[in-house]
């Protein structure tokens, strides 16, 4: 199943030639988001599977390793960093999947979390104002950000 959800999406995946790393990285976490979204828990399908038979799953991974280690990353640090960001795709849609909708969350009745957990009840709050698409895009700018902070530190 994880592999017809994902051939639709990147059937024909390559390594990034003259695009920037970060930008071809940030284009496939969003492509890989829409492929397993297309399905209900599809998150939870393609996270569950293996290289086989789910080979593009391995074609994703093969390609992003190469796209970032072609950029000049050390072969190391690109494994760390592409399975970051693939597994911050998953786990994304996973939630995303299975979690109350906004409408719920605002109709919940935040008094008692205010007294535990004022900062999270905040964040509750204002999270009407910004879409599971903002948020998915702020999370991977900040993964792309942190392995760009990595290499200047090495």
């Not at 109350?100 to 009745?109: A, F, G, Q, R, Y």
């Amino acid at each position: 199943m994880a592999e017809a959800m994902l051939q639709k999406e990147f059937s024909t995946l390559q390594a990034r030639a003259d695009e920037p790393w970060d930008t071809w990285l940030f284009n496939v976490m969003l492509r890989l988001r829409k492929a397993m979204l297309a399905y209900p828990d599809g998150g939870r399908v393609v996270a569950g599977a293996h290289p086989y038979p789910a080979v593009t799953l391995g074609k994703i991974f093969e390609c992003t390793l190469a796209s970032l280690h072609s950029a000049g990353i050390p072969l190391g640090t690109a494994g760390t960093a592409a399975s970051t960001a693939i597994r911050f795709a998953f786990g994304y849609v996973i939630e995303e999947q299975s979690s109350p909708s906004v409408e719920e969350l605002k109709s919940l009745d935040t008094s008692q979390l205010l007294k535990r957990a004022p900062h999270t009840a905040q964040l509750l709050k204002g999270i009407g104002n910004s879409s599971d698409d903002k948020r998915f895009i702020a999370g991977s700018k900040l993964i792309i950000a942190g392995i760009e902070a990595s290499l200047k530190t090495r």
